[in-house]
Structures are given as C-alpha cells and as structure tokens.
C-alpha cells in the first residue's frame, strides 16, 4: 500500500501557521479537520452492534498514541489543501470486543496520556484514546485562539507548574508515577482519606473555558463540544 508523502505532522503546521487568521473559512477547515481525525479513530475502534447481536467476534482497536506528532499534515491533498491523517500505528491494539479492556500499555505519551495509566486498577481500554483525542482537541483549539506559542510555552508550562503544587489540607498531591521530574500532563492524581483519584488540573480548565469569538458561531459550538470531553 503506497501512501502520499506528508509534509509534516500537526505540531509542524502549527510552528509553521504560529497565528492563524481567525475567520470564519478557518474555523471550518479546523472543524473538519478535527472531524476527519475523530472519524478516522472511529474507524480504528470499530463500530459495535447494538440489540441482540453480540459483538463478541467482531475485531477492534486501540490507537494508543494519538498527539501532534502523529497527525499526518499534507500541504496539497486531494481532500483539500493543509489536510490531516491519522499515522503512527506502532502502539496500536486490535482485539476481540470482548478483551478490549486490559491493561497492557506498551508505551504511552507523557503529556497526554490519561488518568487510567496511573490510578490502580483501572483497565486500559477505548476510553484512553477518547482522553487523548480531547487533550489533542484542546490543543488545536487553543493554537487558533491564542496561537503556536501558547501552546508550546504557555499553556504546557502551566501544566507543569501545576506539578509542583504544594501539597493542601487533607487532599494530597501524589507525584508522576513514571518520570522523575514535573510533567505536562492535563490531569494530578492525589490522596483524600486514604482513597486516590484523578482531577483536571486547573490550567486545563481555565483553557478549556477560554470565550471565542463572538462573531463565530462554529466556534462556539466547537467549545461546547471541547466542554464535553469534560
């Protein structure tokens, strides 16, 4: 199978474009892009029956590393111009429907992986791809409202101040259970009364709560749609 030759991945159109003109055209290119990346995820997870058909045999799949680098960015495509793909299959699972949940994670991420790689007994399953998806998501957003800049520097050192945190009353700040040093992931774990558990760090939701245009109603929606991933 032969493929076209990309000129990039996402994070190198982002460097590329590090102020996009906020129009209205743009936002609906955007919309479509991420569009086409969910679909395409979709495809990898598969489609589950409903009813009484059982989905026992039918085959799905876990991406397992979706993030900038590996969208696929082509300047020139029959689709149109600057289009995504999908890429980077190499941590990719497929499985019976009925073992999808496990918890082999050969690989991972550090900033965008999800809360279930770190808090005990959690299986990994389709919903980690869901995770990171939202966190590409609100990258995407966030470099066409504030720019390259505040995604590479700002918003992702904001996340990593976060890790610094000192721990407060009863709640118990836990650190990185995989790295050494501060982390820009978009979530802390932590300790209340012996029980631990995962929260948004406060950064996340400050971005994720940034007002849009006011002339654009697509990127309204786009925002509501982000408040879900939620």
Not at 40 to 60: E, F, M, Q, V
Not at 78 to 89: A, P, V, W
Not at 96 to 116: A, I, Q, T, V, W
Request: charged fraction near 25%; proline fraction near 6%; glycine fraction near 8%.
């Amino acid at each position: 199978m032969l493929f076209s030759w990309a000129n990039g991945n996402l994070r190198d159109f982002w460097q590329k474009t590090p102020s996009p003109e906020r129009t209205e055209e743009r936002v609906c290119w955007m919309l479509e892009q991420l569009h086409g990346i969910a679909d395409g995820l979709r495809a990898i997870h598969g489609n589950i029956p409903k009813g009484d058909r059982s989905p026992n045999d039918r085959n799905t799949g876990r991406h397992g590393d979706i993030k900038p680098e590996n969208i696929l960015w082509f300047e020139s495509h029959d689709s149109g111009k600057d289009h995504l793909l999908i890429s980077d299959f190499g941590l990719s699972r497929f499985h019976r429907y009925k073992s999808m949940s496990e918890k082999y994670l050969p690989g991972f991420s550090p900033s965008y992986r999800p809360p279930d790689c770190d808090l005990p007994g959690v299986n990994i399953s389709v919903k980690y791809d869901i995770w990171t998806l939202g966190c590409l998501f609100l990258d995407f957003l966030t470099w066409y409202l504030l720019g390259f800049n505040a995604v590479e520097t700002e918003f992702s050192g904001a996340r990593v101040a976060e890790e610094s945190m000192q721990n407060t009353g009863s709640q118990h700040i836990s650190p990185d259970k995989f790295f050494k040093y501060p982390v820009d992931k978009f979530f802390i774990c932590y300790y209340v009364r012996g029980k631990e558990g995962a929260k948004l760090k406060q950064s996340v939701v400050n971005v994720s709560s940034l007002k849009p245009m006011p002339t654009s109603g697509h990127l309204k929606a786009s925002m509501r749609v982000l408040r879900d991933f939620r």
